[in-house]
């Protein structure tokens, strides 16, 4: 069984869009509105290159999204847009997020 955390829906996207907060790092800004679940949406622009580097980039959010999940204090919807750069790497995601999640307040 796994737990189904991603934002797809679009109505979700544009109240996170329109009502959220957002915080940021060098690689990443984060837009986060409180909610009953806890879920996670990716956005990635085409000035980030093709499909497969875009694709690429988002296994590399969720993966990074992931390792996080147990640690959440509350639930939120969260949508994740990554600044351009030439290389990226989950180790550059996960202390980017860590660095959001900490300066937000939340993780436990």
Same mark, same amino acid.
């Given at each position: 069984m796994?737990? @189904?955390?991603?934002?797809k829906?679009?109505? @979700? ?6 009502? $959220? ?19 996670? &949406? ?7 290159? $093709? ?5 690429r ?28 750069? @030439? ?10 997020? $860590?660095?959001?999640?900490?300066? &937000?307040?939340?993780?436990?």
């Open positions: 796994t737990f @189904d955390y991603r934002l829906k679009e109505k @979700d996207f544009n109240l996170v869009f329109n009502k $959220g907060k957002r915080l940021f790092s060098f690689e990443l800004t984060v837009i986060f509105y409180p909610s009953k679940n806890l879920k996670a &949406g990716f956005a990635v622009s085409k000035k980030h290159g $093709g499909s497969v580097k875009r694709n980039i988002k296994r590399l959010l969720r993966e990074s999204f992931r390792s996080f999940i147990p640690n959440f204090r509350q639930n939120f919807f969260f949508v994740f847009i990554p600044k351009v750069k @030439d290389e990226y790497t989950l180790n550059l995601f996960k202390e980017s997020m $860590g660095y959001i999640f900490k300066k &937000g307040g939340f993780l436990k």
